[in-house]
């Protein structure tokens, strides 16, 4: 037989809120509009319509991690394309003879002229 102590431990550590068959059979997160589009997505429920009111905690969280782990994959692919991209640019443009000393160089042409213009002005007066 048990002693006392024992008995009040083995009840302590049984935890019936965190066993799995306890966890899927409570069902309180009601989904909203976008959450039920993600079950679908995950491929938890076929349809909207067959997405019931009501599912489990666990559930909704898995059907989350699945949509972030699915929205960093395409974020990682639009950036190797948008670097792709960038890459292919800036050799169209060396080849044109495009460089970023030239544009500045320019750019501080472009800058020191109109001062240099309106600074005479003045002293021409």
Sequence with gaps: MLSKTSFIGAMMRRSFGTS?????TIKNHEPNNLERRML???GKYKTQAEVPNFVSQDVMERCRNKMRIRLANIMIALTAVGC???VY??????????????MNLEWH???KDPQQSEGSVPAAK
């Design 109 to 111: 042409k472009q800058f």
């Design 89 to 102: 640019s800036g050799k169209q443009a060396a080849k044109r003879g495009e460089s970023v000393t030239k």
């Design 40 to 42: 679908v997505w995950t």
């Design 84 to 86: 792709a991209i960038m």
């Design 20 to 24: 799995q068959v306890m966890r899927e």
